[in-house]
Antibody, heavy 119, light 106 residues
Framework: QVQLQESGPGLVKPSQTLSLTCTVS??????????WSWIRQPAGKGLEWVGR???????NYSPSLKSRVTISMDTSKNQFSLKLSSVTAADTAVYYC???????????WGQGTLVTVSS | EIVLTQSPATLSLSPGDRATLSCRAS??????LAWYQQKPGQAPRLLIY???NRAAGIPARFSGSGSGTDFTLTISSLEPEDFAVYYC????????FGPGTRVDIK
């Protein structure tokens, strides 16, 4: 059974960099069968796709966040990570990681982690 | 960027009712459309992919249809656990999500 678990600081100061890691169990991020994605959701609002990475290192980012986002992968730890720079209160959200089945959709998802941007 | 709109924003129904949710794309996404269910405090769950294919373990009461710009998610007979928010998502050009339809108990 594939499981994903997000981890990282729950509080980040404005203008700093948000850093999160997704640890995958039950599958390998280096299998070459999937992309691995990040999605976020502000409280009470809808879902926003942030970006994704493939084992080759190829990445795709949301156009609205592209200038501030970096997604990377550590195959030795079976993890992938998100960095979002120059954060503001608007970046406060629950951040989810998910396996991106290229022919289907995002499945499964991690449970999500709340990141609050505040001084 | 492809914009998805969902209607209605809220659907108030009773258990046993049929639910029909709509998703419209600002340009054709062929059949590269998925539906997700999200319950309070939980992560979204994939229901339907490629417009009409049920994901593993999804009950047969959930069905999807459509192509191009107009799509429908139908729940044939609502069970108590189906009251949730439903999102559509396109994957023909990166990813975007619709704003969601909330199905609540009448």
């Amino acid at each position: 059974q594939v499981q994903l678990q997000e981890s990282g600081p729950g509080l980040v100061k404005p203008s700093q960099t948000l850093s999160l890691t997704c640890t995958v169990s039950g599958d390998s991020v280096s299998s070459g069968r999937y992309y691995w994605s990040w999605i976020r959701q502000p409280a009470g609002k809808g879902l926003e796709w942030v970006g994704r990475i493939f084992v080759s290192g190829s990445t795709n980012y949301s156009p609205s966040l592209k200038s501030r986002v970096t997604i990377s992968m550590d195959t030795s730890k079976n993890q992938f990570s998100l960095k979002l720079s120059s954060v503001t209160a608007a970046d406060t959200a629950v951040y989810y990681c998910a396996r991106d089945h290229m022919l289907r959709g995002l499945d499964p998802w991690g449970q999500g982690t709340l990141v609050t941007v505040s001084s | 960027e492809i914009v998805l709109t969902q209607s209605p924003a809220t659907l108030s129904l009773s258990p046993g009712d049929r639910a029909t949710l709509s998703c419209r794309a600002s340009q054709s996404v062929s059949t590269y459309l998925a539906w997700y269910q999200q319950k309070p405090g939980q992560a979204p769950r994939l229901l339907i992919y490629d417009a009409s294919n049920r994901a593993a373990g999804i009950p047969a009461r959930f069905s999807g249809s459509g192509s191009g710009t107009d799509f429908t998610l139908t729940i044939s007979s609502l069970e108590p656990e189906d009251f949730a928010v439903y999102y559509c998502q396109q994957r023909i050009n990166l990813f975007t999500f619709g704003p969601g339809t909330r199905v609540d108990i009448k």
